[in-house]
């Protein structure tokens, strides 16, 4: 082939009918084997597999195939690279080319318009033009003859650029949403603790400073993010699955970035040092999948939503140390779907990001070992209990959110910096005002109470009321913010009222409770139950925390039909719409 004759026998083509996706054609051809041109509508009809012989005019990189029963194709390849990396090489090297065939065309002219090349290899009266016929894939397969056939590798392939710099630049990646989940998680316990601080016992004028500092803070949060990091309010994850729905590259950018990193971390730390009702979690999703992004634009990797998803899982990962918790997510929250290879990618990643998270955290649960066992004789009014009502008040929770934030979004169209900021005051106000009146237990993240209540502490029985609405307040109030965490403490509140109700454990009362609230919440049951074992590293309450996640499921879907994530997530793809449409009227106006 290199040399433009006719190839040998042992380089024989075969002849099949190749039905590719477009965007493989534009890999395969486009990426790797350098095609300059090829046809764009070819017409097809099904044939045999056949032998053909291929030949390349030298001068214009044209390969013509003859099929057996005298179709052709043509089309131009560059084979440059290949012929210097075979040169020398002890190899037998085989070509083997896929060619969509069509009808052979008759040119009413004969043989006129058909150039010289095409003349040799065309029936008498047609002629073969590129417009009408094109070569679909090329693969390019060499083995090195060595003694053990395992590895029969090419020295090409083992050490080439494109191949190891992808992976290199996937791996890196992946690690480095580790080391950034772990530094983030740090930080927000420093920010958390500085708070209460603060606060000190709550005694006096110093247990007043939340009526201050967490309007203050809410509103500094929102007008940053507004002007200079817009999309970052919010959970985070969100945003991450309308980037995998979104197909133009600056739009995906203005949702995952290396700036959107850099806003979602500051900004969250700033909520949670003013008392919100946040976490960290949510946002360590969008700032892994922004991660995965940057480094698939420097490694030249084309699968972007693959790693956004990827990006994701590692997050989740990595930020409760629940590696299978992550690629559950993935599938089930942020994918809703199984792809066998996308899954590939998401696996690599939890292991890189979980190696990482290991290696600065070292191995640890969430919440603490439970060492107590659900017993279904005597439990399973509570197990119904916490997933029916568990699930009602995740449902409640996001219709609350969802017709709060669609009619605060309508409402600042007009005024959108000063509506804005008056929005986040008084959610800011709100938070402070729930929180002293509870003697501050609402304030933060809510883990030290969700842990307490599932070591044996039973919560007061207003404490999930309370803490829902603060994390109503928060999450619409427009400041960055997750609420995996809030959601879990609302959940251990729930669980431990209706423990005090039905009796029973109130540790087992608080997981149950959990389960149901956050299968609500996100409608992602196995999510919800797989993300609460590892948390708790006890796995023999897996078929208890199933049934209060279903039933929590069930119950939430007849209350919402949508999942809080997925319908938050198009609101920013109708902006992306908004935007492209405005752009369009601009450059094209109509007459």
């Known amino acids: 082939m290199q040399h433009g004759v006719e190839p040998a026998d042992d380089r024989l083509g075969v002849l099949y009918v190749a039905d590719m996706p477009e965007r493989y054609q534009k890999r395969v051809m486009d990426g790797i084997f350098g095609f300059r041109t090829k046809a764009e509508y070819t017409q097809c ?13 030298s001068e214009a990189s044209t390969v013509a195939a003859t099929g057996c029963d005298g179709q052709l194709g ?12 075979l040169k020398d090489a002890p190899i037998s090297a085989k070509v083997r080319i896929l060619i969509r065939m069509g009808q052979k065309a008759r040119d009413p002219a004969g043989a006129s318009g058909c150039t010289a090349f095409e003349r040799r290899f065309r029936p008498a009266g047609r002629c073969v033009t590129p417009s009408r016929f094109g070569i679909e894939e090329v693969s390019f397969m060499a083995g090195v003859r060595r003694r053990y056939p395992m590895l029969r590798r090419s020295r090409v392939l083992w050490g080439s650029r494109r191949v190891w710099r992808p992976r290199l630049v996937f791996w890196s990646g992946a690690i480095a949403v580790g080391v950034i989940s772990v530094l983030f998680a740090r930080l927000a316990d420093v920010a958390q603790t500085g708070f209460h601080a603060l606060l000190g016992a709550g005694e006096g004028w110093r247990g007043l400073l939340p009526l201050a500092i967490t309007p203050a803070g809410f509103v500094a949060c929102a007008w940053l993010a507004h002007v200079y990091f817009p999309n970052s309010q919010g959970s985070g994850i969100p945003q991450a699955i309308a980037a995998r729905h979104l197909r133009d590259e600056d739009e995906r950018e203005r949702l995952l970035s290396l700036k959107m990193i850099v806003g979602k971390i500051g900004l969250t730390l700033v909520g949670l040092l003013c008392g919100a009702s946040i976490s960290r979690e949510g946002p360590t999703v969008q700032v892994g999948a922004s991660v995965m992004l940057q480094a698939a634009r420097w490694g030249g ?6 790693l956004i998803l990827a990006g994701s899982a590692a997050g989740v990962a990595a930020a409760f140390n629940t590696p299978l918790a992550g690629i559950v997510f993935a599938i089930e929250e942020m994918g809703r779907t199984y792809q066998a290879r996308t899954n590939g990618l998401v696996l690599t990643a939890v292991i890189f990001a979980g190696l990482a998270s290991l290696g600065l955290s070292g191995n640890y649960t969430y919440f603490g070992i ?24 995740g449902a409640l929770f996001s219709l609350l959110v969802l017709t709060a934030t669609r009619r605060i979004r309508r409402w600042n169209t007009l005024q959108p910096v000063k509506r804005t900021l008056v929005v986040a005051a008084a959610c800011g106000l709100g938070v402070a005002l729930i929180g002293i009146a509870c003697g501050g237990l609402t304030f933060g993240t809510g883990y030290d109470q969700a842990r307490g209540a599932i070591e044996g502490t039973p919560l007061p029985w207003y404490f999930f009321i309370a803490k829902l609405a603060a994390g109503v307040l928060s999450t619409i109030s427009g400041i960055p913010g997750g609420l995996f965490a809030p959601s879990l403490a609302v959940g251990a509140g729930v669980g431990s009222t209706l423990g005090l109700v039905f009796g029973g454990s109130a540790g087992i009362a608080a997981l149950l409770g959990m389960a149901g609230y956050f299968a609500g919440v996100v409608q992602a049951p196995m999510t919800a139950f797989v993300i609460i074992l590892e948390m708790t590293g006890n796995h023999d309450n897996v078929i208890a925390l199933m049934c209060a996640s279903v039933l929590g499921y069930g119950t939430a879907r007849v209350i919402s039909r949508e999942p809080l994530y997925h319908a938050l997530s198009r609101l920013f793809i109708a902006d992306a719409i908004r935007r492209r449409r405005a752009e369009t009227a601009i450059t ?4």
């Not at 043509?74 to 990396?85: N, Q, T, V």
């Open 301 to 306: 990797i084309t699968q972007a939503k693959g």
């Open 74 to 85: 043509i089309g131009r390849l560059d084979m440059s690279f290949i012929s210097h990396e």
């Open 370 to 393: 439970s060492e107590e066992t659900v017993s279904f004789a005597s439990q399973w009014p509570l197990i119904i209990g916490c997933g029916i009502i568990g699930g009602a008040c």
């Open 588 to 591: 094209n106006p109509v007459a």
């Open 45 to 57: 009809r099904r044939i045999q597999p056949c032998a053909m012989t291929l030949q390349q005019h």
